[in-house]
């Protein structure tokens, strides 16, 4: 069975500064999906980034980067030049590229972003 | 295009009332998925659907909890007999296609189940 790992339950960052969030995985499978989804307060679930696992190239949306490591298995984000609006929930998420495409998500990450 | 909706956004009930929640998802997809959030936790998959079809409910309880789509109007999620530990927030998710290069499912905004 996937599972998704993220060992960080809580991180800090200064304005302005950069942070790593990491994430494992475990799957048997050659093709899937990952993805980053940030949760504020308000719950609403927001797509940050995603990584089809065939692309060799590491996803990029603005200040938001992956370092995708499909031999380790890991998937970790980078937020470069935190805002104050950074501050959430980040939780990675699992997806085969097969099936039902159901999502296997991370216990997440607490992101504090220090002013 | 709005995006998915669901409702109510809070819903209270009572220990042994009935809680329903709707889905609808995004205009042109036919994918539903419904995943719930344990306070401090992350989402867990519950149910998978197609319109009048369940595909995968593995993740759904064996008792007390139900999902339907049906051809017309949202996706349904049932629970009967709330008891405390059904309190979360479930979220809904649609998605167009499943074999598309650029995957994603999109969420809708929850709703938060309190059971007193």
């Known amino acids: 069975a996937q599972t998704v790992t993220q060992s960080q339950p809580e991180m800090s960052v200064q304005e302005a500064e950069t942070v790593t969030l990491s994430c494992t995985y475990d799957?048997?499978?050659?093709?899937?999906?990952l993805f980053w989804y940030k949760q504020p307060p308000s719950r609403q679930m927001i797509l940050v980034i995603r990584q089809e696992a065939y692309k060799q190239q590491n996803a990029t949306e603005n200040r938001f980067s992956v370092n995708f490591q499909k031999a380790a298995k890991s998937f970790s984000l980078k937020i470069s030049d935190s805002q104050l609006g950074d501050a959430a929930m980040y939780f990675c998420?699992?997806?085969?590229?097969?099936?039902?495409?159901?999502?296997?998500f991370g216990t997440g990450t607490r992101l504090k972003v220090l002013a | 295009n709005a995006g998915v909706m669901q409702n109510p956004r809070h819903l209270v009930r009572r220990r042994g009332q009935e809680a329903r929640l709707r889905c609808s998802p995004m205009k042109g997809h036919s994918h539903v998925y419904w995943y719930r959030q344990l306070p401090e936790e992350g989402l867990k998959f519950m149910v998978y659907?197609?319109?009048?079809?369940?595909?995968?409910e593995s993740g759904m309880p064996k008792e007390r909890f139900s999902a339907e789509f049906p051809k017309e109007g949202p996706s349904i999620l049932r629970i009967q007999q709330v008891v405390r530990g059904d309190s979360a927030a479930y979220f809904c998710?649609?998605?167009?296609?499943?074999?598309?290069?650029?995957?994603?499912?999109?969420f809708g905004p929850g709703t938060r189940l309190t059971v007193t």
């Open positions: 659907l197609q319109k009048e079809n369940i595909i995968d």
């Open positions: 799957t048997s499978e050659s093709d899937y999906y």
């Open positions: 998420a699992y997806s085969k590229a097969s099936g039902t495409y159901k999502y296997i």
């Open positions: 998710a649609s998605s167009p296609v499943l074999a598309a290069r650029d995957y994603e499912q999109y």
